[in-house]
């Protein structure tokens, strides 16, 4: 039976409007150490994202998401954050913001296999 390893995550949110404090969760930033995983997955949909904020430039804010899912694959295009290791990259997308594309605080939990959870 294979060990449990511990990670960190945090909710990814789109808050469209700051000052109502109203948000989506759109996503999660996954951080295992023991086992070198640095992941996100985002999904977003448009039609719900549309009926709560209808003025939203949409194509903006998929550019602000592509761009976070390449920092924290280090892909190309990532820029010099892009090259810091995944435990600097992790700390950098988690840390707190006033965009309208938030981070919820990290919490931990305990798995065998990162890419499950």
């Known amino acids: 039976m294979p060990a449990n390893s511990s990670y960190d995550y945090a909710i990814i949110r789109l808050v469209p409007c700051v000052e109502r404090g109203e948000c989506i969760n759109i996503g999660?930033?996954?951080?295992?150490?023991t086992r070198?995983?640095?992941?996100a997955l985002i999904r977003v949909d448009e039609v719900r994202?549309?009926?709560?904020?209808?003025?939203?430039?949409f194509a903006l804010v998929q550019q602000h998401l592509d761009h976070l899912l390449k920092v924290c694959y280090g892909k190309e295009g990532?820029?010099?954050v892009g090259q810091?290791?995944?435990s600097e990259r992790f700390h950098w997308l988690?840390?707190?913001?006033?965009?309208?594309?938030?981070?919820?605080?990290?919490?931990?939990?305990?798995?065998?296999?990162?890419?499950?959870?």
């Open 28 to 33: 999660v930033i996954l951080f295992c150490r």
């Open 36 to 39: 070198r995983f640095l992941g």
């Open 49 to 57: 994202l549309h009926s709560f904020a209808p003025t939203m430039d």
């Open 78 to 80: 990532s820029g010099p």
């Open 84 to 86: 810091l290791s995944q």
């Open 94 to 117: 988690v840390a707190p913001r006033s965009t309208i594309i938030q981070i919820s605080p990290v919490h931990s939990g305990l798995c065998t296999d990162p890419n499950v959870v």
